[in-house]
């Protein structure tokens, strides 16, 4: 299957609303969103979505965002969901969206 050229993710930024955006599906613009240079995380085994965040976010001092329970670590900085399809991304569905937003709904964010 061809890579898209553009990814449709779910924005968390520090004290905001999450926020559905469409970015380029690049490693620049995937950069962009989270402010430097990007790490993902699991959101369960055998899940298509991924979160993807700055992955020196905390070393950098960046506004805590989300305390992640099951992986027992904090989120600083902007961070998005996004999905794979095998070793690419690919746009979240409206009901992925729907569900990402749920999601970290629930979880305690950091103040």
Do not use: H, W
């Not at 699991?42 to 965002?65: H, Q």
């Not at 670590?73 to 998005?80: E, L, N």
């Amino acid at each position: 299957m061809k890579k898209e050229a553009q990814i449709r993710i779910v924005v968390f930024a520090p004290g905001q609303k999450p926020e559905a955006r469409t970015i380029d599906n690049t490693l620049a613009a995937m950069q962009s969103v989270v402010g430097g240079r990007i790490e993902l995380f699991p959101l369960g085994e055998n899940e298509v979505l991924e979160g993807i965040c700055n992955e020196e976010g905390l070393n950098e001092g960046l506004e805590f965002n989300r305390y992640i329970p099951y992986l027992q670590t904090i989120i600083a900085g902007t961070f998005y969901i996004t999905a794979s399809r095998g070793p690419e991304f690919r746009s979240l569905t409206s009901e992925e969206e729907a569900r990402a937003m749920q999601l970290f709904a629930r979880m305690e964010a950091i103040r």
